[in-house]
């Protein structure tokens, strides 16, 4: 259970990410939408949520009526997974990796 939870969270960062960050979305808005209910279930039902990773950002940012708008600091790891995941799904292959992150104002430094 505690391994679902994480891996939903961070699905959720990353989307979020993608989404209020860098205006880019590779999911649609009810999968989203299904993410974050399903975060907010587990981390419910989870006694020892309050032990995950981010969870003080995922309480203050996702509740019934929110959806990751609010957040304005994502960690580190998580703007990389966000990053490499949206260079997978990117059409342009032949671009380098760090010439795709500068895109987005990012370096690989």
Known sequence: MNELIRQKIRQYLVHS???YQLDESIISDQH??????????LMETDADAHLLPYHELVKTSLSDDASGFSVRKYPAEIISSAMHLLYQH????SMSFD???SRFGYSLS
Do not use: A, S
Not at 32 to 41: A, G, H, K, R, T
């Open 17 to 19: 990410f993608l989404y």
């Open 32 to 41: 989203y939408d299904e993410i974050c209910f399903e975060v907010l279930q």
């Open 90 to 93: 990117n059409p342009v292959k």
């Open 99 to 101: 010439t795709f992150l």
